[in-house]
Nanobody, 122 residues
Framework: QVQLVESGGGLVQAGGSLRLSCAAS???????ASWFRQAPGKEREFVAA????????FYAKSVKGRFTMSRDNAKNTMYLEMNSLKPEDTAVYYC????????????????WGQGTQVTVSS
């Protein structure tokens, strides 16, 4: 079992920045990991994914160039640096892990955090 806890969400003005963290505990955490988000009334959508060692990452078109995902395996923590935030980025952000490949599908990820709210005001 792996437990994931997100932090760092909050309220920010458009154009601002936030850094989300996701701390993993339990058994060693080395598989592919990702961030997803879910806005009110919408389905959960892929945001970013990262490889085991952190050398490869992949982003949704809507956030590419503005968001950066990273991980520190020594600290069992992954991050999502979000810059140039837009009101449409408002959502609950979830970290997920234990995929066996770099995937945009939520069904590939076995463990999920509880989510952290990000609200971007215009």
């Amino acid at each position: 079992q792996v437990q994931l806890v997100e932090s760092g969400g909050g309220l920010v003005q458009a154009g601002g920045s936030l850094r989300l963290s996701c701390a993993a505990s339990g058994r060693p955490w080395r598989n592919y990991a990702s961030w997803f988000r879910q806005a009110p009334g919408k389905e959960r959508e892929f945001v970013a994914a990262i490889s085991r060692g952190g050398g490869n990452s992949f982003y949704a078109k809507s956030v590419k160039g503005r968001f950066t995902m990273s991980r520190d395996n020594a600290k069992n923590t992954m991050y999502l640096e979000m810059n140039s935030l837009k009101p449409e980025d408002t959502a609950v952000y979830y970290c997920a892990t234990d995929a066996s490949l770099l995937s945009t599908s939520e069904y590939e990820y076995a463990y999920w955090g509880q989510g952290t709210q990000v609200t971007v005001s215009s």
